[in-house]
């Protein structure tokens, strides 16, 4: 009897342990201020809405979204499909080694390589020379081809790292983007040492190293490989897995699938066919690309697990299905421009929307010209900012300069996200904080430089939707800019780009009409009213004594007050004659090295953020700092053709713009 008894408890005991060990112990994961376990799964979210099941937007539209981000300006996306057979490789080199100088202009002086060792201009010169083809002609061959591996686009044909911090190798500034298994490519010159080739994606170019591109041997054999008909099509919607290890197959084993992953379904008409050496129940039959000796294109059998997050097809836009891909990647390591086989914010998202077949820009700013709903709240009180959020749906996107979220929702009172974080301020201790992870939290965790996230989100649009030019939505409408008061002299047209700037500045009392009157938004902005009106901005403050003004400034002039305070704040510095010029023209990347003193208190971003854009070449050395952060800033967003004009005149209509965008800004006065 007692002999039963102790069996008894012991199976008791045993059953409980087994029990416990089954069940999540939450005591055991972190969670920032607010989150709770609950909202780590997606039935958590899913439950929130009012019809989860609710299609967001159908398959035609998302191929019209798709299509238009392809001839949108400013997106910098690449329609491989409409590129040349054939191209200039004589230039593409000097092109190539252009753009490779400047970027080792900036990153010369303040990073590292892979041992700890500051870069030195050897080092960078020894690199741009690695740019060049020493087989580059004037006429040869665009190769079309797809990746083999979960490939890293990179910004030099380099082996080793480029870290800002010796003793932090996670972050590193080589990474661009990543490139998923049999996605297309469109390659081009070769490095001088072979290893590499520089190629487009669909969403940016770059280097990747060669070994992990497999090259078709004709357009068709291309377009087979990944334009997969929707029938035969196997999405990846998880966050990675890996294939099995086969002796059999050695080539399909131990290959990383990450989310968004497309491949070909195979057919299989005999049920006792084994594939690699299996018989392929409980799995899909794929076929993954492979890079044969010779670095031609060829695919292979592989067995996928169909208890994988896999779907026949791109997955339906759904709320449910949203969040149950956008909280897939929790808890992942953070990796800038894709590395560490990881994403970073953006990319995080275009990988989200990517599995629904939605193809995003690579960064924020490249996905804001597309025709969508969205809203620049740069201005936006904050209580307008939270009764926004309100409507916005689960999925929305919240862009501040450097960092995009997606919205998740209300909880308590607070407005969640969830984003992959490089870093923040600790919501425990309120110092600087290292985060590099996928988290959840709310948007009351507080920037570097002391805003919340709620106060620093500056855009948010709805990237589902397709937006035909003219239309609001509805979840906008309520939030449109007043138009200018009638009184306002020379009043720019309802519909002009320029027209709430003008407004602004001449309701602030920044700028003043000229002597007859008009405003004049197309004339030139010279450099005395520019001074004037950052002058104005700082609210007018007098100059120290003993000030030395400029040869040029007469005494008594309307700007002499602002150009003595610019000089003493170094705001300017003259033209090496102890001139000002104050009726000289400013050109824009001058303006944006003004309010970059003026604003910028502690800044090390350089020029990261400028590579994307067409003429960023053009930018003069000494601008380069100030031209990367009006960038990352939001400040300055480009042209319809993807331009930045440094070098263009600034216009009045412009410098009222800017100084309404600078006015949110950490740093601004108003």
Known sequence: MKRRIF??????????????????????????????????????????????????STPEEIARINAAALTTQGTNMHDLLSLSSSFDG????????????????????????????????EAFDAIIANCADPNAREDMPVRLGVAVNRALLMVFPYDGQILDDPSDPDFDYQGLVGIRVNEPVAAFTNSADGKYCQVYTSCCSGWVRKEDIAFCSSREEWLSAWDIPAEKRLVFWGDKLYTDYSRSAPETAG??????????????????????????VHNYAVYLPVRNEDGSYGKTPALLNAREKLSEDYLPL?????????????????????????????????????????????NGNWQWPLSMPKADVTDMPLEEKEALLEGLPFGTLLDFPGHQMMYLGKVNGSYFCMSTVSSMMSPFTGGRQRSRTVQINDLDIKRGSGLTWLEAVNHISIPWTYLPEGEESPLFSSFSPAPAPASDPDPAPSSA????????????GLMDPLADGDFRPEEP???????????????????????????????????EKAVLWAR??????????????????????????????????????GAMGLAGYADSMEISSWAWDAMGWAVRSGLFIGTDSGELRPKDPLTRGALAVLLQRASGLPGAEN
């Not at 012991?10 to 909202?39: K, R």
């Not at 990450?258 to 018989?279: K, S």
């Not at 170094?570 to 003193?597: C, H, K, S, W, Y």
């Open 497 to 508: 780009w320029y027209d709430e700037g003008v407004a602004w500045c001449l309701e602030k």
């Open 318 to 362: 759904t709320g449910e299905n949203l969040t149950q891909v956008a909280l897939a990647s929790l808890g992942d390591a953070y990796g800038w421009g894709a590395t560490l086989n990881n994403e970073d914010c953006t990319s995080l998202n275009r990988n989200i929307y990517a599995c629904f077949g939605l193809d995003l820009p690579r």
């Open 90 to 121: 004589t230039a593409w080199c000097d092109t190539l080694a252009k753009g490779a100088r400047a970027d080792a202009e900036y990153f010369l002086g303040w990073t590292y390589d892979e041992n700890g060792k500051p870069f030195t201009q």
């Open 255 to 280: 290959r990383l699938i990450t989310m968004g992953t497309v491949l070909e379904r195979m057919e299989i008409d005999d049920p006792d066919a084994l594939v690699i050496n299996r018989l392929p």
């Open 525 to 559: 902005a010279t450099r005395a009213q520019t001074v004037e009106a950052l002058w104005r901005s700082a609210g007018r403050p007098g100059p120290g004594e003993g000030i030395q003004g400029f040869m040029d400034v007469p005494p008594g002039a309307s700007y």
């Open 568 to 605: 003493e704040q170094g705001v300017i510095q003259g033209n090496g004659n102890d001139d000002f010029i104050p009726e000289g023209i400013l050109t824009r990347e001058q303006l944006a090295v003004m309010l970059f003193r003026v604003l910028v208190k502690d800044d090390q971003g």
């Open 7 to 56: 069996f008894l408890f012991l199976t008791l005991c045993i059953a409980v342990t087994l029990l416990s060990a089954a069940l999540p112990v939450s005591a055991a994961v972190a969670y920032l201020p607010g989150v709770t376990e609950e909202m780590t799964y997606p039935e958590f979210w899913a439950s929130r809405m009012a019809d989860p099941d609710a299609l967001l």
